[in-house]
């Protein structure tokens, strides 16, 4: 019994309420990035996930992030500073996008 009061606190610690960190998902397919998430802040997660059959990036042009997406997988980063990132794809400059990062 008294390791599932301890396991328990520990749950409510890692969440706190109000501000839990929220996960974002950016498709990217048809040569092209899905839409980005409004409302993104410090601390979230962003999933980008390349249903193409072509090798992607997702790459800032300040170099604040740049993640490697081969076909069908996924990787994720988390939005540092607020601000305004544009990013694009360094195999396919016409595909690009800005992240909006709110405090
Ligand atoms: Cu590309």
């Known amino acids: 019994m008294r ?4 396991a328990l606190a520990i749950v409510l610690q890692l969440a706190p ?3 839990a960190a929220a ?3 950016i498709v990217v397919s ?3 990035f899905g839409p980005v998430p409004a409302g993104l802040r410090a601390g ?14 997702a790459t800032a042009r300040d170099g604040s992030f740049d993640v490697d997406l081969p ?6 980063v988390v939005a540092g500073e607020p601000g305004s990132y544009e990013f694009f794809c ?10 909006v990062v709110g405090p």
């Open 3 to 6: 390791v599932l009061v301890l």
């Open 17 to 19: 309420g109000g501000s």
């Open 23 to 25: 996960e974002y998902t």
């Open 30 to 32: 048809a040569m092209k």
């Open 44 to 57: 979230d997660t962003v999933v980008w996930r390349n249903d193409d059959m072509f090798r992607h990036t």
């Open 71 to 76: 076909p069908g997988t996924s990787a994720s």
């Open 90 to 99: 360094k195999f396919h400059p016409g595909m690009t996008g800005t992240l």
